[in-house]
Each structure stands twice: as structure tokens, then as C-alpha cells.
């Protein structure tokens, strides 16, 4: 069972990690993609985002004083990755796009990485608890 203290701070993590998404696709739109093009900039922009959700995961989840069980943090991860999915399912219902659309950057046949990002949400709370026990 998760203690809603530990839902307050994972869902206030997930804030974080939002803001950040909010500033890399900025960055991405308005610097990268001009100078590397849109592919390149998607593919350098979805690899900052998951591995900035993995250094967070790590700062919260490995540095804490006690170590959390693989079922709490698989259900952070899952949590994080569902909050992710509502807000762009929520960002294509209020922009009005088709569903083809709101799909469209998980398919890796068309080189779009974004559900890597999903993947690192999932699981990096759960690989920072373990490297935390490994390192006990």
C-alpha cells in the first residue's frame, strides 16, 4: 500500500518533470530544430527528457534514507507514465487533433521516440530503488 504522503510526492515530482518537458520542447522547437532539423531534434530532445525523468528518479528515490518496495515504485513509474498519457491524450482532445495524431510521436517506424519517455517514467523510479539497494 502506498502512503498518500509518498502519492503527494510523487505526483509533485511529476510537476517537476512536466515543467521540464514544457521547457525541452520549447528548447527543442525554437534552437534545436532549426539547427539540426526536426528528426534530429526529436530524437536529442526525447533522449534529455528520459534521462532527465531517470536523474530525477534517482535523486528522489536512490538518496532516500529508506528504501521503498518494488511494488511502490513500479506503481510511482506507472502513476507518472498514466499522468503523462491523460495529459496528451488531453493536450490532442483540446487541440482538436484526429487520434492518428496523438499517437503519432510513438511510432518508432516513423523514427519518433516520444514512448521512451513513457518507458523511462515507468521504470526509473523502480531502477533507482535498486541501485539504492545495490549500493546499501
Not at 26 to 33: D, K, V, W
Not at 57 to 77: K, Q, T, Y
Not at 79 to 105: I, K, M, R, S, V
Amino acid at each position: 500500500m502506498i502512503h498518500r504522503r509518498l502519492v503527494w510526492l510523487a505526483l509533485w515530482i511529476w510537476v517537476l518533470l512536466l515543467g521540464f518537458a514544457v521547457v525541452n520542447g520549447l528548447f527543442r522547437r525554437r534552437a534545436l530544430e532549426p539547427a539540426l532539423g526536426p528528426e534530429a531534434a526529436h530524437v536529442l530532445s526525447t533522449l534529455t527528457l528520459a534521462g532527465f525523468v531517470l536523474i530525477v528518479s534517482l535523486l528522489f528515490f536512490a538518496a532516500r534514507e529508506h528504501s521503498l518496495p518494488p511494488g511502490a515504485l513500479l506503481a510511482i513509474g506507472a502513476f507518472w507514465a498514466a499522468l503523462t498519457a491523460l495529459c496528451e491524450l488531453g493536450l490532442g482532445l483540446a487541440q482538436g487533433l484526429p487520434a492518428a495524431e496523438w499517437f503519432g510521436d510513438y511510432d518508432v517506424g516513423r523514427g519518433r521516440l516520444f514512448g521512451l519517455v513513457i518507458l523511462s517514467e515507468l521504470f526509473s523510479p523502480l531502477i533507482a530503488g535498486s541501485l539504492r539497494r545495490l549500493g546499501r
